[in-house]
């Protein structure tokens, strides 16, 4: 009994497994306990024909008595490939991110390769320092969520032969594969909507301006209310950071005056939650949009009308797109623009009160 802890510690000893930190065993190890050669091994452990089914069952007896692994660090040497791609993610707890990623791994998997992947917390430098942490571990390619706007850093790994893909937002002063949704025409849309329902005083909360994502749907937002010759006025638009006391106070300023806006156009899934929140303790109906989708939506009173993208899609195009470059296929970088979705479920079609 650990005093300090309270915890009961049973020594292991019933069942404590042979050289337990010493080497790993080898394929001669497995080669002498299955009574074959060396050959015989490699052949029955890379899937190679040859082999007798009984020869072949003694091997894997063997394999699975030491406990073998097969190292796969001579095969890099001579293929020049590592299986593994790194994600370079905005925020790994960003509930959008989920099914991007999950998608990259899904093909990564589909091509035998393993998904490496960590977090920006849009921060350029960590970034950088996240993305050529990866190059530096020899990973085949690299899907990037880019925190920064330059990304000359990653030319020599380029030119090396590392495959690089940005999604969500383009690269910065190169030229690379991007596969984006259409965040100008989602934010017009959703802005729209709110204008086809009688609203002339429509708010704009979105991220901070220099974020690619956020500038685009402003200026979807933008397009919007001149397309209906509405004169835009500053106090209507507010961008910065997504934390929800910012994202509250600004909320709250819009909604106060003796002019309120009478809608809200919310630039993503952080600042819709947060909205939602103030807008419960208001007196007055607001109507909302938000740009991203997000768990529980369609569960409030009224439901979240959003503009939604795919996320999986995105991350499984850019993977996709990735794996092509790997295999020689794609020589021109593109920018593929996946297109959006408008959920009507209550919030975007209440009109201006009274």
């Not at 091509?111 to 571990?137: K, V």
Request: glycine share 10%; charged share 25%; aromatic share 4%.
């Amino acid at each position: 009994m650990d005093n300090r802890t309270g915890q009961r510690i049973v020594p292991e000893t019933a069942h404590r497994p042979e050289n337990r930190y010493g080497n790993r065993p080898t394929m001669k190890d497995v080669a002498a306990r299955a009574g074959v050669g060396l050959k015989t091994v490699s052949r029955v452990v890379n899937g190679e024909p040859g082999v007798t089914p009984d020869t072949e069952r003694r091997v894997q007896d063997a394999i699975e008595a030491l406990g073998f692994r097969r190292n796969d660090s001579a095969r890099v040497l001579r293929k020049g490939r590592t299986a593994s791609i790194g994600l370079v993610l905005e925020d790994l707890a960003d509930p959008f991110y989920g099914p991007l990623s999950r998608a990259v791994e899904e093909v990564a998997r589909a091509h035998g390769a393993l998904l490496i992947n960590g977090s920006s917390a849009e921060d350029p430098d960590r970034e950088q320092e996240l993305a050529l942490a990866l190059c530096a571990r020899r990973v085949d390619g690299l899907v990037i969520i880019p925190a920064g706007d330059d990304h000359r850093y990653l030319e020599p790994e380029m030119r090396a032969g590392v495959a690089t893909v940005f999604v969500d937002r383009p690269a910065g002063r190169i030229d690379a594969d991007v596969v984006l949704s259409d965040n100008f025409g989602g934010a017009r849309d959703g802005v729209a909507h709110l204008i086809a329902h009688g609203h002339r005083r429509i708010g704009f909360i979105g991220d901070m301006p220099r974020i690619h994502t956020a500038a685009e749907r402003l200026r979807g937002y933008r397009t919007a209310m001149e397309d209906a010759g509405i004169t835009v006025e500053e106090s209507w638009m507010s961008l910065g950071v997504t934390d929800p006391e910012r994202v509250r106070r600004a909320a709250e300023t819009m909604l106060s005056g003796p002019d309120p806006v009478t809608a809200v156009f919310a630039g993503n899934n952080r600042v819709t939650v947060t909205v939602v929140r103030v807008l419960t303790e208001h007196s007055r109906p607001v109507a909302l949009v938000g740009f991203d989708d997000f768990e529980l939506a369609d569960l409030l009173t009224p439901g979240v009308t959003v503009v939604a993208q795919d996320a999986a899609a995105l991350g499984r195009t850019a993977a996709e797109r990735l794996f092509r470059q790997l295999d020689g296929t794609l020589l021109t970088p593109e920018r593929i623009e996946l297109p959006t979705r408008l959920i009507t479920r209550g919030s975007g079609e209440l009109p201006p009160a009274g």
